[in-house]
């Protein structure tokens, strides 16, 4: 039987290591750098924002007048066909300008246009 054995042809001699070592200057200035080409590409892509010259379509709305008992709670109640008391408050809230949910008697509001 014959044997086979492997030598390596070449042997690699040991070359030392560049490391590059920076001051804290040049931290600083590789830091700004790197925070200045962040910031420009984040403007870049920011400058495409979505924006038309034309106003938006109105949202429908009839008037309601508040008479005496009545409550924005139960206004809202009324108009709000999919049980969404909340969100049809705060649309009425929204539409009007209303502060809070107190209401005066004579007292009259915007309420979207309910559809069936």
């Known amino acids: 039987m014959s044997t086979l054995s492997l030598a390596p042809a070449f042997t690699p001699t040991a070359r030392p290591s560049s ?16 925070l200045f080409l962040v910031l420009g590409v984040a403007m870049m892509l920011a400058g495409g924002a979505v924006g038309t010259d034309s106003a938006g379509q109105a949202a429908p709305t009839e008037v309601v007048q508040v008479t005496p008992g009545d409550t924005l709670w139960g206004i809202a109640s009324d108009l709000a066909t999919d049980g969404d ?6 649309q009425i809230e929204r539409l009007n300008a209303l502060e809070s949910a107190s209401l005066d008697a004579g007292q009259k509001l915007r309420v979207p246009v309910v559809t069936d």
């Open 19 to 34: 490391t590059v070592r920076l001051t804290r200057r040049g931290r600083l200035v590789v830091f700004v750098t790197s």
């Open 85 to 90: 008391v909340r969100g049809m408050m705060s």
